[in-house]
Structures are given as structure tokens and as C-alpha cells.
């Protein structure tokens, strides 16, 4: 009798624990979980990348060099070169067999220094290659770059997925090469956090359309550019940064959702830079005051706080005082949102914006042109008057990027970015730095600053000199005089 109740229970426990493996949705039917899976089919389509580059450093003894007014009358100290090697992750989204080239997602802050470097590529079976840039987005830090594959070579992809169907809560998967090499393809499990997250600081040269994606998946330095997995082992982010103090994991990393990063992709690979729509207004955040004031029923869209003129916006009626509820049929949560979903739209397209003005919601269709040149590069040979590169890009002082940082500077304009090892670098130039004149003319806007800075290219190049002085304002708003030398 004693056996037969034995047996019993052991037929229970095992038609108990049958039930159980059946229905834990993190078990498969042969009880392993479904992340076995996604790490098999998706693992090796992971890459590590390796930027070896030089940068400039003044071999400089004497304190007075610290000083730019200083090293504006006197010639600087040598500059020396260094070898800098960094370490980042990608992921290959997409492979041309006719050419056998293999296309790559990743970083823009882990490829950048590639442009005037070496990048190599090392496979899951250790095979390395040189890569070769498509394109770099700053603005989104989103790069590609690819490769050329040997006939036979294997090759992986990593199916992209949709996020915007994600839920906060989801399964979320993080592959890459945290620290440094030997640790490459370090597989990591968590949830997604939380969705939108804007306003995440990466140093100086932050993204400025952010929509990032939060998980607690440990994600670490050199994680960078690898791919963040749902559960189906489609990949919903590119991995771009983490919160931390101590400059490790403390269970918040951020991924650019994929389906921005997809809208950028298309245009790097088509022409090498991206072309974003525009609509020609000041965004301001919806706050619990304006709530109230403008009889809303949450803190949610935009109000519109100016319409610039001749611009699609105000070709089309829009007024300041409305408040945009929706853009082409998707609701519009807060600045960063709206920013994001006018300049992934189409260029040309007439999209509808839903508005809120006098308690009446109305809807008014807004033909988006092309984003106008608030932005300009001066570190290429485009200026047919020039090929002096200063590796700097600035933006209106009443741009997004002046906006976001809280400059309040009233003429001038904003250094949106710095290339690294330029003479703008060099000269201790950071983003967000206003640049009120150049060689003693005033700039106050971006053709202002185009047309002086050629001029005082042209003017250095003919009078043989090798620098431009600048007069900024820095990021505590103190002037000061700076110099762009080149050498």
C-alpha cells in the first residue's frame, strides 16, 4: 500500500511539472528557453569593432600655453601624435551576395574615428576585416559601415523586428563586447524598462532626436552599437549608452529603437548622409500650468510656441498658441516625439496634423519640405573657395541643439559638434560653445557664418598665416579668444 501511494505522488509531481514546463512561456516545448534560440540563430551575425587612430596632443610644459589669448600672439608647442584605439560592437543587418559585401549597424561615436583611421572587423569565427564607412548620423548616433567577404566566407544576419509595437515589460536581449577584447559576444537578459526616454546626456556630442529605448539588460562600455533582441530574436535597438556613475552597469542602458535607426540607414546607404523633413515651428513642452491654461486633459503634445516665416508651417496655417495632438495619424507625446516624427517623415509628403486651438481639435494637412541648411559643415571641400578643414559644425543660437542645452545667448552661433583631432578640437572648442566672430566680424546666423569663415580662409590662405581667431562665448557664458591653427 505504501508503494502504490508512492508511486502516486511521483506521478503527480511529474504530470505537475509536465504542466508547468508546458505552460512557462520562458520554456520551449523540450523545456529550454526560448533565449537558447536567439543567441544560436542571431550570435554570430554580432561583430566586434576595433578604430585605430592618431590623435593631435601639445607637448606643452609652459602654463602660458593654456591660455588662448595667450597662444593667439605666440606660436603653439609642437603637437605630437598618438595612437588611440577604441572598442564597439555592431551587427549585420544586411549582405549583397553579387558583390559579397556585408553591410553593418553600429555607432556613430564608435566609427567616427575611423573616418581618418583604420577599422577592422572581427567575425564570431575570428576572421578579421577591414571595414570601410557607408555613412555616420550624429544627429541620431547611427553608422554603418561594411565589409568585403572572401567567396565562402559565412555570413549571418540579424532579422530586424518593430519597435513600435513594444511594451514596457517585454523581454529584452543585449549582445556585445563589454570592457574589452576577449569578453566578445557576451549575451545579457533583462526587460524593457521604459520607452521615449530623451534628454540622455552622452558626453558632448549627444544625440539630438533621442527616443531611446531603456532595459535593465546589462549593458557596458564596448557594448556599443550591438544589437538589443526581443524574444523572437529580431532585433528592436542598436545599444548606445548607459547611466552610471562608476562608468559601469547599474541596470540602465539605453537602445535606439530600431525603426528610427531603419529611416537613417536607408538614407546613409543611399547617399552617405541623411535628409530630414521640416516644418518650420518652435516647439515648447506641455507643462501642468499650460494644462490648465490651455484646458487639456493631460500633459501631453506640443504647443506651438512660433511659426518661422515662408514656412511650411505658415504657408499651411498653423499659429502659435495651437497645440499639436497628433502628426499623420500618431500621437504626439512631447517635444522630442514631435521632433522625431517630422523629420523621419517623407519630404514632399502632405501630412495631417491634428491641433487643439480655441477647445476646438481641427485637423490641417502640412506639406514637409526639406530640412534648410540651420546646419553647416565646415569640414569638407564642398566650398569650391577652400579645402581647409576646421572639423566644426555649428547651429542658429535658436536651434533645437541651443534649445535643448538651455543657451540663451543672444547673438551668435551654437557649435553643435567637433570633430576629434581637428584644428577646432585642438583649439579646446567644445558643443555648446558660442561663436560670436570670426577674425573680429560678427556672425549671428549659419550663412553669416559660412561666408565669413570662407572669407578668412581665403584671407589666411593669401597672406600666408595659419590661423583664424575666434571670440566664443564657453559654456559658463565667460568670452574668451580661441585659435584654429592649421598646420
Known sequence: MRFVKSMLILLMMFSLSSYALAKN???TAEGESPVVQVVRNVREAVVQIKVESTVSVRNNLNPFFDDDFFRFFFPSPQQQQRPVTSMGSGFIYEYDEANREAYIMTNNHVAERGRDGTI?????????????????????????IKIK?????????????DSSTLEIGEWAIAIGNPFAEGLDRTVTLGVVSALGRYDVIQG????????FIQTDAAINPGNSGGPLLNIKGEVIGINTAIASTSGGNIGIGFAIPINLAKRVVEDLVASGHVQRAFIGILPQEITADLLEAFNLKEVAG???????RDSPAERAGLQAGDVILEIDGERVSNVARFRIAVATAKIGSEVPIKILRDNKEMVIKVK????????VVINNSSNAQSTVSTGLTVENIDGQLARRMGINAEKGVVVSSVEPNSPAAKAG?????VILSIDGTEVNSISEFRDVMSAAKKRMESEGRKIIRLYVLDRNQIPQFTVLRFE
Open 368 to 375: 514637409l519640405e526639406a530640412f534648410p541648411e540651420d546646419e
Open 25 to 27: 512561456p520562458m520554456l
Open 120 to 144: 577592422t572587423v572581427t567575425m564570431a569565427d575570428k576572421k578579421t576585416y577591414t571595414a570601410s564607412i557607408v555613412g555616420l548620423d550624429a544627429k541620431t548616433d547611427v553608422a554603418v
Open 302 to 308: 506640443v504647443l506651438i510656441a512660433k511659426v518661422e
Open 204 to 211: 558632448n556630442n549627444s544625440p539630438v532626436y533621442q527616443d
Open 429 to 433: 572648442l567644445q558643443v555648446g560653445f
Open 149 to 161: 567577404l572572401a567567396k565562402g566566407d559565412k555570413v549571418t544576419v540579424a532579422p530586424l523586428g
